[in-house]
């Protein structure tokens, strides 16, 4: 099941509430990634707390570990991992893409899918759109995405080219249809997505879309981004593609990113992002903060008596661990460190998204940009 309830515009941006089958999504939303069933190093009540509405998790890495048969006996991954709200998975394409290495060696691509040796033992698998979608199902996602392949901004060590992107693009429109067909017949009752691709050719994202639309799919991705292009490539797609999808249907924006993109990501009309940035730069001791960045290896924090952030009010702030304390754990290899720093990056995202809704709710979403990028270049 799922209802898309659009509120208000503001330009392309805008503000609406998605129902699914576990609960309600209040967008733009930004989803934090649970890649084996779990957000790293964060408990599900903090989750809760910081007011995540919606994770991801990992078709293809739950395949892998713990299997289907596990989370089966569980009824999905809602009650395996103890999150009871949405949860949205990836289809596995671009684990595959990503496991194939550079020269794509690693896996074999054919009309009826991807051959590839397992990443945990070496087993040779097979993954199609319909394994894809019976995996899944097993899982139990509130919102399942089409199998797809994700288009590589180069091939062999060169450009992908206009003609290798569109075969791709083709590729994944018939996996589109499959996955729909295969979706339909096991009956599923959760939401399935379609995913525009097209590489950074914006005809073929035009006619990639046009024809995902067909198929009349409950919501819409923009996939096939963050892989390795430029950014000014990137954001020239984020520019182009979404406000193009259909206005009554969500639009998701895969694995994408930075605070900034965020904000300008709603402006171009995304409902949904994901992105791993804030966990994985958390563990590398990268801090978001309304200011600007914060490194907090760096020795200039080693006596800061002021928490990472003054206007956060996240468990790692608002309990008055300073930046000299985070600091010294990171310093001394301790497991806390980027517990807390996760939290906090996470709950920067979270309430971001917040503030971003809250600005479309009243009518100043623009003049809510621009206090942001003032804000972000202030420095910390």
Known sequence: ???????????????????LNHGVVETPVFMPVGTYGTVKGVLPQSLREMGAQIILGNTFHLWMRPGL????KFGGLHRFEQWQAPILTD????????????????????????HFASPV????????????MQIQTVLNSDIVMQFDECTPYQTGGTLTTEDQARQSMELSLRWAARSRDEFQRLGNP????????????????????QQLVELDLPGYAVGGVSVGEPK??????????????????????????????????????????DC?????????????????????????????????????????????????YLHHLERCGEMLAPMLASIHNLHYY???????????????????????????ARGV
């Open 190 to 209: 959760n939401a399935l997505f379609g995913i525009v691709q097209g590489g950074m050719y914006t005809g073929l994202r035009e006619e990639s879309l």
């Open 1 to 19: 099941m799922l209802k898309f309830e659009l509120h208000k515009t503001e330009g392309h941006a805008r503000r609406g509430t998605l129902t």
């Open 232 to 273: 000014d490539e990137m954001l020239a797609i984020m520019a182009h593609t979404p406000h193009r999808l259909p206005a009554h249907k969500p639009r998701y924006l895969m694995g994408v990113g930075t605070p900034e993109d965020l904000v300008d990501g709603v402006a171009c009309g995304v409902d949904m992002f």
């Open 91 to 114: 289809s596995g394409g671009f684990q595959v893409w990503s496991l194939g290495g550079a020269d794509g060696k690693g896996r074999k691509i054919t009309e009826q899918g991807v």
């Open 69 to 72: 048969d596990v989370v089966q």
């Open 350 to 376: 979270v309430n971001l998204m917040r503030e971003v809704r809250e600005a479309l709710d009243e009518g100043r979403f623009e003049a809510f940009r621009q206090q942001f990028k003032a804000d972000r």
């Open 276 to 324: 791993v940035m804030p966990t994985r730069n958390a563990r590398n001791g990268h801090l978001f903060t309304r200011f600007g960045d914060l490194k907090i290896r760096n020795a200039r924090h080693k006596d800061d008596e002021r928490p990472i952030d003054v206007s956060c009010h996240c468990h790692a702030c608002g309990s008055g661990f300073s930046r000299a």
């Open 121 to 132: 033992n070496g087993d040779k698998l097979f993954l199609t759109p319909e394994v894809s």
